[in-house]
């Protein structure tokens, strides 16, 4: 079974900026496409990044810019780097494939503010 262990999260001002890392585990993840989610208070989950096998990336538009995502699948990793974090990038970020089928993992808590 696939497992997902997503970690880095915290409190930031705005403007700061934060490293998430999801170690992926029960799968051979350099055969997918990855991605990373996340959901705020009250909202659904929402797709921000992703990253194919050969490194093609996507953004949502209110992180382009902001946000990179990039993997190490020789140790089955994929970060997400979030620079110029605002208030409401304030969620619980979550890793997965790119159709988020896979079982999903605890997420980890960003919270901006000041």
């Known amino acids: 079974q696939v497992h997902f262990v997503e970690s880095g999260g915290g409190l930031v001002q705005p403007g700061g900026s934060l490293t998430l890392s999801c170690a992926v585990s029960?799968?051979?993840?350099?055969?997918?496409?990855m991605a990373w989610y996340r959901q705020a208070p009250g909202q659904s989950r929402e797709r921000v990044a992703s990253?194919?096998?050969?490194?093609?990336?996507n953004f949502a538009d209110a992180v382009k810019g902001r946000f990179t995502v990039s993997r190490d699948d020789a140790k089955n990793m994929m970060y997400l780097q979030m620079n110029n974090l605002k208030t409401e990038n304030t969620a619980v970020y979550f890793c997965?494939?790119?159709?988020?089928?896979?079982?999903w993992g605890q997420g980890t808590q960003v919270t901006v503010s000041s």
């Open positions: 990253i194919s096998k050969t490194g093609g990336k």
């Open positions: 997965n494939n790119l159709r988020g089928n896979w079982h």
């Open positions: 029960g799968v051979t993840h350099s055969n997918n496409v």
